[in-house]
């Protein structure tokens, strides 16, 4: 039998309304706030996650399912959202539209070889927002409250948002320098991986999940304690607008997020009854020069629809109920021809209608109608069409009433509503 490959998912028919739920929801948002959608291919060439992810980040170096093509072109299914927008925002002029901001949306699967232990799927799916085109503090706080909106929108229990500044190239230099002075002596009991990041970009030793590590920069030097001018004054202003918005936060300085490409704010929401971080995003000026375009600032998250689906109210995930017919038409096999034109005319009517497929025995096809939890059951017998009428059984109630065919539509319309 030709199984499922590793860390990937089926979302079965029974399974699929709980995710039309989570993309009803981003549509109302999407409207809420003016946000498009952008939808760019599965895979791009190689060097553009190289350079607008990072070639120090785990995801470029450990994660990516990279492969040549038969032109021997080097091909990655796309490891995140962000850069592809980037890549399509620049490749199609949207930065010179000349109506900025660009405020988008994408939905989108994403890939990672993840380690098979870590639970993590290679397959999942990200909802991400982009707004592109504003430095402004605002967009950034507008940018959270879009996550926060969107989590409570799925009614997540208990999140809590975290915001940190990981300051502009300048504060890094100087904090980098800083944080390598106090890691410098510990450096030997640190794991392998913070000793290459040591050089390369010792911030992210901060992320660095190991114990032994974060016992290390338990005390490290507050990156908000080297923020230059600009960069204090803009999280301030962000801390500001958060305010005036009603939006809570907890300044979490050890907040860096894994990629390269972020600049000033950084943000994490996460479900703290579970610990789970369910968002995480920030602002990322340099990656749009960074993949070849004009210095553009860039604020946007992302939000793993897997994760969300698993920390989101379980009775609203719970509402969401596969299609099922409202009423379901159970014809003596002598009066099939009936079943199906009365189906016909009801979903004519919009109303959602099936009758039997396969057959069955009268006795059969209410058991089935039962089980697939329709509202009524239409039965057609030889009394029935007789009087040009149908026993409607409202399987809610269990009563049966005679109704006749003229007045069906509007019988089964009054009932539902
Ligand atoms: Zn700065
Ligand atoms: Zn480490």
Not at 199 to 206: A, G, S, T, V
Not at 261 to 286: K, Q, S
Not at 364 to 376: D, P
Request: charged share 25%.
């Amino acid at each position: 039998m030709i199984k499922i490959p590793k860390g990937t998912k089926d979302v079965l028919p029974s399974n699929s309304a709980k995710w039309h739920l989570v993309e009803e929801n981003i549509k109302k948002l999407a409207k809420k706030y003016a946000l498009n959608e952008i939808r760019t291919p599965i895979f791009e060439h190689t060097e553009l996650f190289l350079r607008g992810v990072g070639d120090t980040t785990d995801i470029v170096n450990k994660e990516m399912y990279t492969f040549l093509d038969k032109a021997d072109r080097s091909i990655t299914l796309k490891p995140e959202g962000t850069a592809c927008v980037a890549r399509s925002f620049i490749e199609n002029g949207l930065d010179s539209a000349g109506v900025m901001p660009v405020k988008m949306y994408y939905e989108t699967p994403v890939f990672r070889y993840e380690n098979p232990q870590s639970g993590r799927l290679r397959e999942h799916h990200q909802f991400g927002v982009e707004i592109y085109g504003s430095a402004s503090a605002y967009t950034d706080a507008e940018v959270i409250s879009i996550a926060k909106d969107m989590l409570e929108s799925m009614q997540v229990a208990n999140v809590k948002l975290y915001i940190n500044s990981i300051g502009c190239a300048d504060c890094r230099k100087k904090y980098n320098e800083a944080l390598r002075t106090y890691l410098a002596n510990s450096l030997d009991s640190m794991c392998p991986q913070c000793k290459e990041r040591f050089d390369k970009n010792p911030l992210r030793i901060l992320d660095c999940k190991e114990d032994k590590c974060k016992l290390v920069t338990k005390s490290a030097p507050r990156i908000l304690d080297y923020l230059c001018g600009d960069c204090k004054d803009h999280f301030d202003k962000l801390k500001h607008t958060l305010d005036l918005m009603n939006i809570l936060y907890t300044v979490k300085a050890d907040i860096v997020r894994g990629l390269d490409y972020y600049t000033g704010t950084v943000f994490e929401f996460v479900a703290e009854d579970v610990g789970l971080t369910v968002c995480g995003g920030g602002r990322y000026n340099g990656l749009l020069e960074q993949i070849g375009g004009k210095p553009t600032p860039a604020v946007g998250f992302g939000m793993g629809i897997e994760r969300l689906l698993q920390v989101a109210n379980a009775d609203l995930i719970d509402s969401a109920t596969p299609n099922v017919p409202t009423i379901y038409f159970a014809p003596m096999q002598e009066y099939y021809d009936k079943a199906i034109s009365l189906t016909a005319m009801l979903r004519e009517a919009g109303i959602s209608a099936d009758t039997d497929h396969i057959g069955r025995s009268l006795k059969a096809q209410m058991k089935y109608a039962g089980k697939l939890g329709v509202r009524f059951v239409g039965i057609l017998g030889e009394d029935e069409l007789k009087q040009d009428a149908v026993s409607i059984k409202d399987m809610q109630i269990g009563e049966t009433q005679l109704v006749k065919i003229a007045d069906l539509i509007n019988y089964i319309e009054k009932k539902v509503n």
